[in-house]
């Protein structure tokens, strides 16, 4: 009796026979793959993140992300990146290239949470660069700006690009906006758009976290210059000051020594704070000649609250 042809068995391709084995593992050993960050991650975030940096142009990722725990990072690739929905802009009023209007693509920073499994609770980014100055972005005002993390500038690598237009390479990454409209203004303070370049890290955490630890000290009632002046130091002064873990470090200056400046030496402080290159030619700190004397003023009345008063001792009395 003849037999049967023989029936070929189906190739099963590397990823297909991957996931085969997983699943036998998952059946034969449950829970021995439990709490492994290489199958938890969500399903956008696991082919995303990585333990180790293998590339000048990886992105650092710590915070609150799904299984990544606290102090931990993780590295994102440029190519993974550019794999990921990309948002494209006509920039033309970046105040950094006044030159011709700049044809960007990239990642909004709403798309990247998503994809890279942000927690809920987060609703904080911040972006730390190579000279230590550190950019915040909170969920309101990214809902309002949507901040790109830009991937290529007329369509080349911000590498390529700069050495083209004769500019200092901002890379790996930097944060631009297709138009930024601001949205308040605070006395002299108008919003400002957080222009990060040399973007290696972002961190993703808490508002709570963040500005609670430069909340003034003491109780303030709304539109006092206690709490104005902590909105602009909010948005202006905590790029490049920093209060214990938070904060940008490029100015070294820490928010006790800006208290004890105010407190102490408050002419001294709020011309620093007005014209830093008056004072000192060599200053890196941005000036702000648009801070008329409230402003100035509310700046100072709030970082005067984080260094108390001393009251002099009282004279004892002399007996006749």
């Known amino acids: ?38 199958f938890a991650l969500p399903p956008a975030a696991k082919h995303l993140l990585h333990l180790r940096r293998q590339s000048d142009s990886d992105l650092e990722i710590t915070g609150l992300i799904r299984n990544l725990q606290p102090g931990e990072s993780s590295f994102v690739r440029y190519a993974d990146l550019l794999a990921l929905p990309q948002t494209r802009a006509l920039v033309t009023d970046h105040p950094g290239y006044p030159g011709p209007p700049l044809h960007i693509s990239g990642i909004s920073f709403e798309t990247l949470s998503a ?85 290696v890290r972002l961190n993703f955490s808490t508002q709570a976290a963040t500005f609670g630890a430069i909340a003034p000290r003491g109780s303030f009632p709304p539109g006092s210059p206690e709490q104005i002046g902590f909105a602009i130091a909010k948005q202006n002064c905590l790029r490049c000051h920093f209060q214990g873990p938070f904060g940008g470090t490029k100015s070294g200056q820490s928010w006790q020594s800006l208290s004890l400046w105010a407190r102490e030496q408050p002419a001294y402080f709020q011309a620093y704070v007005s014209n830093p290159q008056k004072i000192d030619p060599h200053a890196h700190m941005e000036p702000n000649p648009e801070y008329d004397n409230a402003t100035l003023r509310a700046l100072t009345a709030y970082f005067r609250t984080f260094t108390p008063s001393v009251t002099p001792p009282a004279r004892e009395a002399h007996s006749r």
């Open 115 to 199: 994809a890279l499994g942000a927690l809920p609770q987060s609703d904080l980014i911040d972006a730390l660069c190579t000279d230590r100055y550190r950019a915040h972005f909170p969920a309101p005002y990214i809902a309002q700006h949507h901040p790109i993390l830009v991937l290529t500038v007329d369509g080349q690598t911000l590498a390529a690009w700069a050495r083209q237009a004769h500019q200092l390479d901002p890379g790996p990454y930097v944060v631009m906006y297709a138009r930024f409209v601001p949205s308040f203004k605070l006395l002299a303070h108008v919003d400002r758009p957080q222009l990060p370049d040399n973007v």
């Open 1 to 38: 009796m003849p037999r049967p042809p023989a029936r070929k068995l189906p190739l099963l391709r590397p990823a297909s026979l991957r996931n085969l084995l997983v699943s036998l593992l998952a059946i034969a050993f449950p829970g021995m793959l439990a709490g492994t960050s290489a």
